[in-house]
């Protein structure tokens, strides 16, 4: 057993539970809740662990958050604490404050091409402070006012991405990655929701918002950020709605756009508009990677979570179809027993990322 006792800054709130988070399943594989700790008489945290003898590895402290980690006075992040195999007992930390959520909001951010603004949240990945000269690959992520924040979310859940994330990061699963959440607006059916070609089409925006993602958002963010700018590197995703633009997307942006991610996506729309022009032009599958799932219970009824199924399952066919290979160009999964809400999309976050930026 390896006993820590930790002391926290004066400004933690009062009634926070305090955890340590490190390598290896001990403590949790770097859950931000591996080991809880007990407060003290004297105010400080204390906790055993049963450490393997000789055990090496790192750990930080937190609030029970990644977004809540211990960082030096200024606010800087500071790196994982090594743990030697010296055998001190205990081994005292002191925390110097409390890391700030490291979302970075540009609101209102303006467009020439649609008409309203929104407001992009980006998430940065542990080391993007204390590795200056290392570029980072880049997920834009359509409903971003649900990606990140409960208070902006849909029914103040959201899918947590930054909290799974930064562990699957940190525990070596996955590379970093930044993740962008682009908000959406009044306007979202229209900006996620291609129609048919052909006159008499009703404020279909969705050729709009591409020019938006593709010659303003995408180039900002590769301004202000240390990005891997090419397609290999960027990914576009989003669930419902927001998966079905994803693709669209892709097919309209080759070379911008080489991952989607299409959670649940709404193959429904426009009579299955999607399914039949992928016939039209298959061309571009070669060029992209795509994330592709469905939970078997997404809608209100039995038959119609069945449709639902059915299209997910015609699209995969014909990824099949077209020579992508699954597992490595593409992956399918559906999800007993999954809706079509925050949670679950959340829930399996971490798959997608392991699909396409997993270290093992």
């Known amino acids: 057993m390896v006993a820590f006792v930790v002391r926290v800054p004066e400004s933690t709130p009062a009634g926070r539970n305090v955890f340590l988070a490190g390598d290896g399943p001990h403590w949790g594989d770097w859950s931000a809740t591996g080991v809880a700790l007990t407060r003290q008489s004297d105010g400080t945290y204390f906790a055993e662990v049963a450490l393997p003898k000789g055990f090496r590895g790192h750990f930080l402290v937190t609030l029970g958050r990644w977004r809540e980690v211990e960082c030096y006075r200024g606010g800087d992040e500071r790196p994982p604490r090594p743990l030697g195999g010296n055998g001190q007992q205990p081994i005292a930390v002191e925390v110097a404050a409390w890391g700030p959520t490291r979302w970075i909001y540009h609101h209102n951010f303006p467009s020439r091409y649609v008409r309203r603004t929104r407001s992009l949240t980006v998430w940065l990945p542990p080391a993007y402070m204390i590795e200056p000269h290392r570029r980072f690959p880049v997920f834009y992520l359509h409903d971003g006012q649900n990606l990140f924040d409960a208070e902006t979310a849909f029914a103040g859940v959201p899918w947590r991405v930054d909290e799974v994330a930064e562990q699957a990061i940190r525990a070596g699963r996955v590379q970093p990655v930044i993740l962008v959440g682009i908000a959406n607006t009044a306007d ?11 006159a008499g089409r009703p404020d279909d925006f969705s050729r ?3 020019r938006f993602l593709v010659e303003e958002v995408k180039p900002f963010i590769d301004a202000q950020y240390r990005t891997l700018s090419g397609p290999e590197h960027t990914a576009v995703g989003g669930s419902s709605m927001g998966g079905l633009i994803a ?8 070379k911008v ?3 989607c991610i299409a959670m649940s996506p709404s193959l429904w729309w426009e009579r299955e508009y999607f399914l039949r022009t992928l016939r039209v032009w298959p ?7 795509i994330w592709l799932d469905v939970g078997t219970h997404e809608n209100s009824t ?3 979570s069945r449709f639902t199924v059915r299209r997910a399952q015609q699209l995969a066919r014909l990824l099949a179809c077209y020579g992508l290979t699954e597992g490595r160009q593409y992956r399918y999964l559906e999800v007993p027993g999954a809706g079509h809400h925050e949670t679950a999309w959340g829930t399996r976050f ?9 270290t093992g």
């Open 208 to 210: 709009d918002y591409g």
């Open 302 to 304: 039995v038959e119609a």
């Open 257 to 259: 756009f080489g991952m």
């Open 188 to 198: 979202r059916l229209s900006e996620y929701g291609p129609r048919r070609c052909g």
């Open 283 to 289: 061309y571009w599958l070669k060029h992209c990677r």
């Open 350 to 358: 971490h798959q997608v990322l392991s699909f396409f930026l997993g």
């Open 247 to 254: 693709l669209h997307l892709c097919k309209w942006y080759p």
